[in-house]
């Protein structure tokens, strides 16, 4: 069935109004003397990593705080990983510390999230963080859930009681996603559907919405999804030629009523989200006195 055109859910031009806004908010921060800064940690040099890592850097520039990019050898031991981050919780002029994800094998990434000191956990990934979404009371917020979750509203897509398909259970987007959608306030309906789930058609099809972040291509088609649904795809891969490939076949355009784009649909509210914490844990830093600055 084709039923013509479907909106497009353009995270581009949605995460541009939010820098215009944050820019406006670092700029008077900045003008009261704290210069919000993040520092990030890449360990190797993935180049999917490592681009995500630049347009981070390039996102500080164009909203006028500071950052700063830490690269390590692959081979870095969690010892000297762990050090790093000690040294940037105790700095007061580091807001924000953002170790890239994936890392490398032989480092634990629960114990790296968890030595960053909450207060600066601009990612919204550490336990304490993550632990108070779960219980209903989130404070810094993972990016990626909170920038999906920001397109929606922005495009008015209704959410409350609305069966919400989430597919992918990863600790970056499907899992922290449906408890935020789970939330009262937001009220969507959720499942989480993973590997185990299989087939995951039945449950898609009768979807309003439906939130691939899975990692494989072309997971879902146009038979999976109901007339009329909204289709978000996050998760990407590449093929054997090193080409970006969506969750998101393209057919689902034929029978979705709102679809984001095959590509780079929510990277930049992820960028946007991630200026926001950091904006706000600055504005922490702005209004308290020195004693009470986290150590
Ligand atoms: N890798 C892919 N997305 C993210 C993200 O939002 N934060 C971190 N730390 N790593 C990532």
Do not use: W
């Not at 050090?83 to 032989?106: K, R």
């Not at 959608?181 to 185990?196: F, N, P, R």
Request: with cysteine.
């Amino acid at each position: 069935m084709d039923l013509g055109h479907p909106i497009l859910l353009d995270g581009d031009t949605c995460a541009d109004q939010l820098f215009d806004d944050l820019q406006k908010r670092a700029a008077a921060l900045v003008a009261r003397g704290t210069i919000p800064k993040i520092v990030t940690i890449l360990v190797g040099d993935d180049p999917a990593s490592s681009a995500y890592v630049g347009r981070k850097h390039d996102t500080c520039a164009r909203l006028g705080v500071a950052s700063e990019d830490t690269r390590l050898p692959y081979a870095v031991d969690q010892d000297t990983l762990l050090g790093l981050i000690h040294s940037h919780n105790v700095d007061p002029a580091v807001d924000g510390i953002l170790v890239q994800l994936p890392l490398p094998q032989h480092l634990d990434p629960v114990a790296i999230s968890a030595a960053i000191d909450p207060r600066k956990d601009v990612d919204g990934l550490h336990p304490v963080n993550l632990g108070k979404l779960m219980m209903g009371t989130p404070d810094i917020m993972p990016c990626t859930p909170a920038g999906i979750v920001h397109l929606l509203r922005h495009y008015r897509i209704p959410l409350a009681g609305q069966r919400v398909a989430i597919v992918g259970r990863g600790m970056l987007v499907g899992r922290p996603l449906a408890m935020l959608l789970s939330l009262k306030g937001i009220d969507a309906q959720v499942s989480l559907l993973h590997q185990a789930c299989d087939p995951i058609g039945d449950t898609l099809r009768s979807a309003d919405i439906v939130i691939s972040a899975a990692g494989q291509p072309d997971l879902i088609d146009a038979s999976m999804i109901r007339a009329g649904a909204c289709v978000v795809g996050v998760g990407i891969s590449y093929d054997t030629a090193g080409k970006m490939v969506s969750d998101i076949a393209d057919d689902v355009v034929r029978v979705a009523g709102a679809v984001t784009p095959r590509h780079g649909s929510v990277g930049a509210l992820t960028r946007a989200k991630l200026m926001e914490n950091l904006i706000q844990i600055a504005s922490r830093r702005a209004s308290i006195s020195p004693k009470d600055a986290p150590q």
